[in-house]
């Protein structure tokens, strides 16, 4: 095991500029969508950004990240080109996937973004086949696997948890427990106390965290990227969370207790991790407005790009659907 650290001042300014430029993002792309300038489903990760943003420090470029349909969150910390990304987002040619795949399946390889699934739990096992790839070619990349708390009773957790422990493969599995899957509370649907007690079973470290407190992630992804990587096999991180914006876009959160969600938006971890940076003097109130303005900035460029760039063309329609091989 690594020993216990703390992350340089470098890295904590780091986990904020993401953070924000994924609040910034999510912001600007509902108020797209209700404008009419995209039509997208939309599922928005506001209020659980520290979690993807505290791992993705702790990575190489060479490691990968599988992601869900609410994942815009894990694409940004991976660091996906902003201009491509919102053209994809928007459908168009210049996207990552030439506006084929949308903001469901939003995939970039050389961001090591090679997955994002728009079915509950279907990315467990692909992030199994990418850690075994990396094993089996012994390039000590690890692969992060991003899912909700509704994931974890679909049967491919358990398969992909257990065949991971089996074979200790390097990935880590992190489930962004925001209480809700879908319109159902946690309790409600599933059994156990938490989604890191489920970790027993398959012999393999379980690590209930605050997702919303940037130290404590930070800390707990770096424990587990480091023994992933170093041969150890796979972690299961519990984040704890809270989705602020309903399952989806137009979802009004009805079943939510509105004192319960009063009391996540008070605790809001940008402001909070904001006030942190500044009283312990990682940076100034300047500094962080700059960071701010910045994302804010080139998001903005990037969203003159997206709208424009073209569709696709129809040739398009057959292209990109079935590898192209001559037959002997």
């Known amino acids: 095991m690594p020993e216990t ?8 300014i780091e986990i904020y500029r993401i953070a924000t430029l994924i609040k910034c993002a999510d912001d600007r792309f509902i108020e797209l969508i209700k404008a009419g300038q995209i ?3 939309y599922y928005s990760p506001r209020g659980q950004e520290l979690i993807p943003a505290a791992i ?19 694409q940004l910390a991976k660091g996906i080109p902003l201009k491509p990304f919102v053209a994809e987002f928007m459908g168009k040619a210049t996207g990552t996937c030439k506006g084929k795949g949308g ?19 279907s990315g467990l096992p692909i992030a199994n086949g990418l850690a075994w790839a990396a094993q ?4 000590r990349q690890v692969t992060v696997c991003n899912f909700g708390d509704g994931a974890t009773n679909i049967g491919a957790f358990h398969e992909a948890l257990n065949l991971a422990s089996v074979w200790k493969l390097p990935v ?16 409600l649907g599933t059994s156990s106390r938490t989604i890191a007690d489920r970790s027993i079973a398959y012999g ?17 992804a770096k424990e587990a990227i480091a023994r992933a990587r170093a041969g150890a096999g796979p972690t299961l991180l519990d984040a704890q969370t809270f989705r602020f914006r309903g399952h989806l876009l137009g979802d009004d959160s009805h079943y939510i207790p509105k004192d319960e969600m009063a009391a996540a938006q008070a605790a809001d971890p940008l402001p909070r991790l904001r006030a942190w940076l500044i009283a312990e003097g990682h940076a100034s109130d300047a500094a962080l407005v700059d960071i701010e303005q910045t994302n804010q900035a080139r998001f903005e460029e990037a969203v003159r790009f997206g709208l424009d760039s073209p569709f696709p063309d129809a040739s398009e329609l057959g292209i990109d659907v079935l590898a192209m091989e001559t037959l002997a």
């Open 136 to 139: 089996l070619k012994k390039t």
């Open 204 to 220: 393999m470290p379980g690590v209930e965290v605050d997702g919303n407190d940037a130290l404590a992630m930070w800390s707990a």
């Open 103 to 121: 903001p469901m399946h939003i995939t970039h390889v050389a961001s090591g973004l090679p997955v994002t699934t728009g079915v509950v739990g």
């Open 56 to 74: 993705s420090v702790n990575l190489l470029p060479t490691d990968t990240v599988v992601t869900t349909y609410r994942g815009i969150h894990d």
């Open 172 to 187: 880590v599995f992190v489930c962004q427990n925001n209480r809700y899957a879908e319109h159902t509370k946690y309790e």
């Open 5 to 12: 650290s703390t992350p340089s001042r470098a890295e904590l």
């Open 39 to 41: 039509a997208s489903p």
